[in-house]
């Protein structure tokens, strides 16, 4: 027994790291179901998406998703979606499908480096090898698409054909055999929504400072970057004196990560798991800063729920090292 745990070990630590979205900015009701037999529940800014997550928005209702590579997909009002394949390949090339089962949807982005990203929606999907700006509609007898910006390579049962910046194409599901293309996109109301979030995420100053792609422009309104004579460029939250972490926000387990702390504050983090670098009253929520050196909050992801690390930070914190804590990652 004892052999084979040790031949485990390190196919552990060197498999591919599962790959997350990131649910952001909402409005109205909006829910998730992370895994199929799960129920669906309301929705947390921050909350991690894995694979196979599906959401779904109400009446008057939308959300913007963030991908790891910084693409945005956001939904309209009444719709459903999947994030079909977030996988991730043993060469390091990620794998996107994002389907849209009816309603509307946005998507802004591009594929990084040898990546694969594809959108589909019933009867039809399109595949991206660069940028572009998107709108995708899917009802009950028709799905449509309409190339804002870029340029995307359309597929269906009846033709595969480049689609150009200003073009629209529809297809009927029950029709497979007939597709309309037309050249123009007709304004929506939800086009200016989804424009105004674009220049939101738009080159993020904490862009420069950590890894992961999403999130970023909730870190520039909800923090500063700052230089520490001990640990560098810092990412210091706009919090009101004596904040600590661990109080706003609630415990997930996710079969890849372990127990999760999901912050609910904007701009504080994404997700926290294994570990946060922290100094003092400088706090980054990611824990990966880009040439940042840090110390490290190793976080419990064993069988139960760690409701003890919830309290005040600064009480585990003795001579720059963590306390209670099995190593120092």
């Not at 179901?33 to 998406?49: M, S, T």
């Not at 039809?124 to 995307?152: F, N, P």
């Not at 497979?176 to 109301?189: H, I, K, N, Q, S």
């Not at 904040?243 to 701009?267: A, F, K």
Request: proline share 7%; with cysteine.
């Amino acid at each position: 027994m004892r052999a084979l745990i040790l031949l485990l070990v390190p196919a552990a630590l060197f498999s591919n790291p599962a790959r997350f979205a990131r649910l952001g900015e909402s409005e109205g009701q909006v829910e998730t179901q992370l895994q199929a037999a799960d129920p669906w529940l309301p929705a947390q800014r921050n909350l991690p998406l894995p694979e196979s997550a599906w959401i779904r928005t109400g009446v008057a209702s939308r959300l913007e998703i963030e991908l790891d590579e910084g693409s945005a997909w956001r939904l309209g009002p009444e719709s459903l979606s999947e994030l079909s394949d977030l996988s991730r390949l043993s060469t390091g090339q990620r794998v996107t499908l994002l389907s849209l089962d009816h309603g509307l949807a946005y998507f802004t982005g591009e594929p990084e480096g040898k990546d694969a990203l594809t959108l589909a929606v019933p009867g039809a999907q399109i595949t991206l090898h660069r940028g572009a700006r998107l709108r995708l509609e899917a009802r009950d007898a028709w799905s449509q698409i309409s190339v804002i910006e870029g340029a995307v390579r359309f597929s269906s049962p009846a033709a595969e054909i480049d689609l150009r910046e200003g073009q629209t194409v529809r297809v009927e599901p029950a029709n497979p055999a007939r597709f309309f293309l037309y050249r123009e996109v007709t304004r929506m109301d939800p086009d200016r929504w989804s424009e105004e979030r674009d220049k939101v995420l738009a080159a993020p100053v904490s862009g420069r400072h950590v890894l992961e792609r999403y999130g970023l422009a909730d870190m520039d309104a909800g923090g500063e970057w700052i230089q520490t004579e001990d640990l560098g460029s810092v990412w210091r939250p706009k919090t009101a004196e004596g904040w600590i972490p661990y109080q706003n926000g609630r415990w997930l387990w996710y079969d890849s990560l372990g127990y999760t702390w999901v912050v609910t504050i904007p701009g504080v983090g994404f997700r926290i798991t294994m570990g946060v670098g922290c100094a003092a009253k400088v706090w980054d929520g990611f824990g990966r800063p880009r040439k940042t050196r840090s110390l490290n909050l190793p976080m419990s992801t064993g069988s139960a729920a760690p409701d003890s690390l919830a309290g005040d930070l600064s009480l585990r914190m003795r001579n720059g090292r963590p306390r209670h804590s099995p190593s120092n990652f």
